[in-house]
């Protein structure tokens, strides 16, 4: 009998659907035990968010400064961990960070095989990046990537996702999609299951190459890279700033986030279309870079 550990952290419940729909295949196989496991933060993190408190949770994202988070009750050894995780400001969520950086995390996942499953608005690239650099010095191989991302183009689910996350507002309103992963995208997400269910019982995990190529876990848009890069850059910047302003709740801090905010909304009226623009008339002369970054970030499952 294989045993795949599955470990995420949900606000909404949205991600936990997803990982729900990828690993009903396991359960209902009979050949695999399938724990899954949420990650609780030891101080929860509000859903929906006020609005001071959600940028508050900028800076010690960016920075992977992690949380404390709740051991996890574990019995047994696993042949494959599934590691659901949503991205925070172009990093992985805190309270995931804050498991990987734990004591227990580095017990657990030393040599072993990882699928990341990530589902988010549609900006996840630097977080995978980093999410790459946390599994490695832990030890563990990654072996897949799944990336499930907001319904809508980027320009509404700018509305769309902060709106559900500050109001728990999800509908559609105004010519604006509803908010969040359409749900047959994530009824979908069985495939990626009833792959690894295969897998499993040829004992694939055991080697080092992906298990869910060419299911298009991965859909990388070559035109939203450079977006952010550049956000990164600006959000290592901020944080620093706003770090340097306060503990976290301060007042101190929260001018300097109300200063933040009201330049990341003049940055996304002005800035972000002016260099989406940008993009699309450079992408004719970029496009063999592009491409490979396109590769190069949809690694190691591919589409
Ligand atoms: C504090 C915070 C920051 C977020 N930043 C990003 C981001 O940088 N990129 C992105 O694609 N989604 C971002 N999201 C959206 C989440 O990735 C995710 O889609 C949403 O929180 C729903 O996940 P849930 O399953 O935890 O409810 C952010 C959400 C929160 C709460």
């Known amino acids: 009998m294989k045993r795949v550990l599955v470990l995420y952290y949900s606000q909404s419940g949205q991600l936990r659907d997803v990982i729900d729909s990828i690993t009903t295949p396991l359960q209902d196989s009979g050949a695999i035990e399938c724990d899954c496991r949420a990650i609780k933060p030891v101080h929860p993190y509000p859903y929906p968010w006020p609005f001071y408190r959600f940028f508050d949770a900028f800076p010690e994202a960016v920075n992977l400064d992690g949380c404390d988070v709740e051991s996890i009750e574990?019995?047994?050894?696993?042949?494959?961990?599934?590691?659901?995780?949503?991205?925070?400001?172009?990093?992985?969520?805190?309270?995931?960070?804050?498991?990987?950086?734990?004591?227990?995390?580095?017990?657990?996942?030393?040599?072993?095989?990882?699928?990341?499953?990530?589902?988010?608005?549609?900006?996840?690239?630097?977080?995978?990046?980093?999410?790459?650099?946390?599994?490695?010095?832990?030890?563990?191989?990654?072996?897949?990537?799944?990336?499930?991302?907001?319904?809508?183009?980027?320009?509404?689910?700018?509305?769309?996702?902060?709106?559900?996350?500050?109001?728990?507002?999800?509908?559609?309103?105004?010519?604006?999609?509803?908010?969040?992963?359409?749900?047959?995208?994530?009824?979908?997400?069985s495939r990626f299951g009833e792959r690894l269910v295969l897998a499993l019982g040829d004992d694939r995990e055991r080697g080092y190459t992906p298990l869910l190529s060419k299911l298009n876990a991965v859909n990388v848009n070559g035109k939203l890279i450079a977006s952010e890069r550049i956000a990164h850059r600006s959000f290592l910047i901020w944080s620093r700033l706003i770090k340097r302003a306060g503990a976290p709740g301060s007042r101190g801090r929260n001018l300097v986030i109300t200063v933040y905010v009201v330049f990341l909304l003049s940055m996304i009226i002005t800035v972000v279309p002016l260099n989406i623009l940008l993009r699309k008339c450079l992408y004719p002369f970029r496009k063999d870079a592009i491409d490979k970054a396109v590769a190069d970030y949809e690694k190691p499952s591919g589409h």
Request: with cysteine.
């Open 74 to 189: 574990l019995a047994k050894e696993y042949d494959l961990i599934i590691l659901g995780y949503t991205s925070w400001f172009l990093s992985p969520s805190i309270p995931v960070t804050g498991f990987l950086k734990s004591a227990q995390a580095r017990a657990l996942f030393k040599g072993k095989p990882v699928v990341t499953v990530i589902a988010c608005r549609d900006m996840w690239l630097i977080a995978q990046e980093k999410m790459k650099g946390m599994l490695k010095d832990l030890g563990a191989c990654l072996l897949d990537n799944v990336v499930l991302t907001d319904q809508g183009e980027s320009i509404y689910t700018f509305v769309t996702t902060p709106r559900w996350l500050l109001t728990g507002k999800k509908e559609a309103f105004w010519g604006f999609p509803q908010a969040g992963i359409a749900s047959e995208e994530i009824a979908a997400a």
